[in-house]
């Protein structure tokens, strides 16, 4: 019988989520730190939330002291198609990616 873990990392991609992973909320240490560059650096652009809320991100226990584990999943935002497709359709202007659907 699967573990609880594999269970979960199946069910997630089941779900539709490219890549699920299961560590314990102390597993990537140097998170706080590379999260503080990260804002500093504005990468963060206009989501206030993110330096609003390092704390919580940079260290899952501080929003969660009893969480044992952290589910981790990865969502894919590239299109099922080619987005560059668009440059031949002269007749069609080009948006960005994230902004535009199949159908043109």
């Given at each position: 019988?699967?573990?609880?873990?594999?269970?979960?990392?199946?069910?997630?991609?089941?779900?539709?989520?490219?890549?699920?992973?299961?560590?314990?909320?102390?597993?990537?240490?140097?998170?706080?730190?590379?999260?503080?560059?990260?804002?500093?650096?504005?990468?963060?652009?206009?989501?206030?939330?993110?330096?609003?809320r390092?704390?919580?991100?940079?260290?899952?226990?501080?929003?969660?002291?009893?969480?044992?584990?952290?589910l981790?999943?990865a969502?894919?935002?590239?299109?099922?198609?080619?987005?560059?497709?668009?440059?031949?359709?002269?007749?069609?202007?080009?948006?960005?990616v994230?902004?535009q659907?199949?159908?043109?």
């Amino acid at each position: 019988m699967d573990s609880l873990k594999d269970q979960l990392i199946a069910r997630a991609l089941e779900e539709g989520f490219v890549m699920a992973r299961v560590c314990r909320p102390d597993a990537v240490p140097e998170m706080p730190e590379r999260l503080a560059a990260f804002v500093e650096a504005g990468y963060h652009g206009q989501m206030g939330w993110m330096a609003d809320r390092m704390a919580w991100r940079g260290d899952p226990a501080a929003l969660w002291p009893e969480a044992k584990s952290v589910l981790m999943l990865a969502e894919s935002y590239a299109p099922s198609y080619d987005p560059r497709d668009v440059l031949a359709m002269p007749e069609k202007g080009a948006i960005s990616v994230y902004a535009q659907n199949k159908d043109y």
